[in-house]
């Protein structure tokens, strides 16, 4: 009998992620530190091994820790206050002065509001597309216990053909550069190597073609992802027009910065050439539903997503932010699969196994974090998400694939577990003080509407007495 620390037996349904995409009834994990050391049948890993902490997997799917492929957590506080709008109101009128507004303290709750959903939806690492409080996102991240890839938030164009930065985000492209790089001289591999940083090029037409490719020359040395929101409005695609003269992705092809550590954002507006462009630098793509279709942006009417995974780019899926409303991965597994199938006129786009592979798998490859997250197998981090199905969401149950993505919400999250640590066991967070958070949320929001200066456009259309 060889000692562990963990084991997760008696699973009904555990599905690996592996290269046979492997799921076992009755099975069982064995976690020694942060590491799985074997993945089976229960009697098989109770027979080898013995642990210092038993958790039962019974009435549970267990899954590797979901990864959100792009999620603001400065956004967290925004729920609200940016319905029914298109690309160029929600940025430049609502959510960039909204985020101007945070404080660093705000930024810190925000990401710590971030981080406990995450955990009760049973994601277990994020990548943050960039903020003004970075150190704030893996400060809350690291409490929280799970994992996260981090950014300075980069921008040198203060007016650009698609509208003008708040003062506060002005930059010169020097300072955007040195900043962006510190944050990840700071951080990356930062808290036993649960925190990862990455640039950020934010927005690609609020940006020089002289910081983006010493952006990525700066990623290219140390190692790192960079990314950026491109294609996703018209109006993005337009002012790329007007300023560049191409579409965004052929005018970062033309400045020579695609690659594999490139991730962009959206990709929803693509011209002929660029899903050609995506596949042979072999750039990673997040694809967001619920902010697409909450501000119709256009991206599944106008995507190629099925497409693009077809020619075998790596295409994650991204809850992107509290703004439109949800933040639950595996909703939003089922609106991305559901909103092609309905536009496509096509029930066979999009299934449940690609969607899963999406969340799991292609996350990781978007994060850079393959080799250590993504799947259930030996050698790989203990990020584990067990999922309760003792709950009206999840029966009946004759394929745990189909309700994961087609029933479940991210809430029947149940136990959590992150680098071989519980960070929530049946529905309790350890990690940190979810309901002092909640109250401290509930002080502070509205300080932070009247700093944003949105209270006229966000309250309540009905009489409130
Ligand atoms: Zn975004």
Redesign the pocket.
């Given at each position: 009998m060889r000692d562990v620390d963990l084991i997760v037996h008696g699973v009904d349904w555990l599905i690996t992620m592996d290269s046979d995409r492997r799921i076992y009834r009755d099975g069982a994990l064995a976690v020694a530190g942060d590491i799985i050391v074997e993945v089976g049948k229960s009697d098989a890993i109770m027979q080898r091994y013995q642990a210092k902490r038993l958790l039962s997997g019974h009435r549970t799917v267990v899954l590797p820790g979901l990864v959100d492929g792009?999620l603001?957590s400065s956004f967290q506080m925004s729920r609200g206050l940016a319905d029914d709008v298109g690309s160029q109101e929600f940025l430049f009128g609502r959510m960039y002065p909204y985020e101007a507004a945070l404080s660093s303290e705000d930024s810190y709750l925000s990401a710590l509001l971030c981080a406990v959903n995450c955990i009760r939806h049973g994601v277990t690492c994020f990548i943050d597309?960039g903020n003004y409080h970075p150190e704030q996102t893996a400060k809350a991240v690291a409490e929280a216990g799970i994992r996260a890839v981090v950014a300075k938030s980069s921008m040198d164009i203060a007016h650009s053909s698609f509208g003008t930065l708040p003062p506060r985000f002005q930059e010169t492209t020097e300072s955007a550069l040195t900043t962006g790089l510190d944050v990840v001289k700071q951080f990356h591999n930062s808290h036993n190597g649960r925190i990862r940083a990455s640039l950020s090029f934010r927005g690609v037409n609020n940006c020089t073609d002289d910081l983006i490719q010493k952006m990525k020359e700066c990623a290219d040395q140390a190692g790192v992802l960079i990314q950026a929101?491109a294609c996703f409005a018209k109006e993005t695609r337009d002012a790329s027009m007007r300023q560049h003269g191409l579409p965004e992705i052929e005018r970062l092809h033309s400045i020579g910065v695609l690659g594999s550590n490139l991730l962009l954002?959206h990709c929803g507006w693509l011209s002929p050439k660029e899903p050609e462009l995506l596949r042979e630098f072999d750039v990673k793509v997040v694809a967001?539903a619920s902010?697409s279709l909450h501000n119709a942006y256009g991206n599944i009417l106008m995507g190629s997503i099925p497409e693009l995974l077809e020619m075998g780019v790596a295409v994650s899926v991204g809850s992107?932010?509290a703004c439109s409303g949800i933040v639950d991965l595996p909703t939003e597994m089922f609106m991305l699969s559901s909103a092609y199938k309905e536009v496509r006129l096509d029930p066979k786009v999009l299934p449940p196994e690609r969607l899963l592979e999406m969340a799991t798998l292609n996350g990781a490859a978007c994060a850079l974090w393959q080799n250590e997250i993504g799947s259930l197998e030996a050698g790989k981090k203990a990020d584990i998400s067990l999922f309760s199905t003792d709950s009206s969401d999840w029966l009946p149950l004759y394929n745990p694939v189909s309700n994961m993505v087609y029933s479940a919400p991210g809430a029947t999250a149940s136990t959590v577990i992150v680098a071989g640590a519980v960070v929530m066991e049946k529905g309790k967070i350890s990690t940190v003080d979810e309901q002092a958070i909640y109250e401290a949320v509930l002080e502070r929001q509205p300080h932070i509407l009247e700093a944003t200066g949105l209270t006229a456009s966000v309250a309540p259309k009905w009489p409130v007495i």
């Open positions: 792009h603001h597309p929101h954002v967001c902010s992107d932010h």
